[in-house]
């Protein structure tokens, strides 16, 4: 493995960082990371590939979506039927 974080694949910079993917892009939006460094697996082509409009986009998501997703609430029991029965 490389010393240098810029040489690094996504997987392991999700490993190092323990923030996933989505803090790998966050490093390429930022412009720490070269988005030409990434790689899938030896493909040619990127892996992700950054543009403006992209950029505004990911910047939009992170502030619009909350942190961590709801859950569903649980249906409440059916007290009549559960009376009805008894």
């Avoid at 490993?15 to 720490?32: M, R």
Wanted: aromatic share 8%; with cysteine; proline share 8%.
């Amino acid at each position: 493995m490389s010393t240098s974080p810029k040489d690094w694949k996504p997987r392991q910079l999700a490993e190092h960082w323990t923030c996933g993917y989505e803090h790998v892009l966050k490093l390429i939006t930022d412009g720490d990371l070269p988005a030409h460094n990434i790689a899938t697996r030896g493909a040619s082509r990127p892996l992700y590939r950054v543009r403006d409009e992209d950029r505004l986009a990911f910047e939009e998501c992170r502030e619009v979506r909350p942190a961590t997703a709801s859950r569903p609430k649980k249906r409440p029991r059916n007290t009549d039927v559960i009376e009805f029965f008894k």
